[in-house]
């Protein structure tokens, strides 16, 4: 699950703290690193449990009515959205159910926004067309929960501020995490039962080792990189840059030079991205060309062996 567009965030943030703390000590940092991708995780395993505590309170509400409706004569709820069947094969899911296992901190604690969310969800059209339709399907029952996350669990400011309170490391994870609960729901399949697999933690051990190898490039060669900045820049001022500027360039420099494997069309594109969020408005425009001219730099001088595109990075 934990991609390179997440380690590179990752990075670009404890980089930057690191040079903020007094006490630089990389081993301590790179477990910070790893603590912080493995929360992002566990953010993933959360949200896919607030799922399961949105159906249990919907069963709640239906086991009540139901309960009046037997009193009073009248016809009884349907089940149709609590016996979802989509939602029952994620509730017996064995791996998520053994990530729930050891949660101290779990849905349970934050009804409140589970139930607006319940509330939200049974007064959407989304809601009303599913029990209304004729259709009756795993596929049917999977779409809708597909939809109901992607409208109301996607760019939910409530939920947001509530996950921020439960962990700081979730402040910038939530928009990536999203995608990949979608990407889960989508692949599930019924055949599998209780046995499908989740996202692995890292597809493999190469994201693993791309991150800590990147990590220490970055710190361990820093002087050297920003020499490269300062050879690179006679055609730019230098005393523009903010000192985040000079942190996303020096690891976009120890990817270029670290991955031989990564082009450097990429590796610009992603880095020019993350100035957008991380720095200044001007800063993108400013880091794009920059590193354009480091990398050609880089291959004039034999410090990489890559191609350049004649139009260099990407337009900021």
Request: hydrophobic fraction near 40%.
């Amino acid at each position: 699950m934990i991609n390179r567009e997440l380690i590179r965030i990752k990075i670009v943030q404890l980089t930057y703290a690191y040079y903020q703390n007094g006490n630089r000590n990389i081993d301590n940092a790179e477990k910070e690193l790893f603590f912080s991708l493995s929360k992002a995780y566990d953010l993933y395993n959360s949200l896919l449990a607030l799922i399961l505590s949105i159906t249990k309170e919907a069963r709640h509400r239906i086991e009540i009515e139901a309960a009046r409706a037997l009193r009073e004569g009248r016809e009884m709820p349907s089940e149709k959205f609590v016996n979802n069947r989509f939602a029952l094969q994620l509730e017996s899911n064995r791996q998520l159910c053994e990530f729930m296992e050891n949660q101290k901190y779990t849905w349970e604690d934050e009804m409140d926004i589970v139930r607006r969310l319940c509330d939200n969800i049974e007064q959407s059209t989304i809601y009303a067309e599913y029990m209304q339709e004729g259709e009756d399907s795993y596929e049917a029952d999977r779409e809708l929960w597909r939809k109901l996350y992607k409208t109301f669990i996607t760019d939910n400011d409530d939920l947001d501020a509530i996950l921020e309170e439960r962990s700081l490391y979730w402040n910038d994870d939530k928009d990536i995490v999203d995608t990949f609960v979608l990407k889960t729901i989508k692949r599930f399949d019924e055949k599998n039962k209780s046995k499908q697999e989740l996202l692995p933690e890292y597809k493999d051990v190469e994201d693993k080792d791309f991150a800590r190898k990147l990590f220490r490039a970055t710190i361990l060669n820093a002087d050297q990189y920003q020499r490269f900045m300062s050879e690179a820049s006679r055609n730019w001022d230098f005393g523009r840059l903010a000192y985040m500027d000079v942190v996303i360039m020096q690891i976009a420099i120890a990817e270029m030079i670290t991955f031989s494997n990564i082009p450097v069309s990429v590796t610009i594109n992603e880095y020019v991205d993350l100035a957008k969020v991380y720095s200044t408005p001007k800063s993108a425009s400013y880091i794009n060309g920059m590193l354009d001219s480091i990398a050609r730099h880089l291959v004039d001088t034999g410090k990489i062996f890559k191609t350049m595109n004649d139009n260099g990075g990407k337009k900021a």
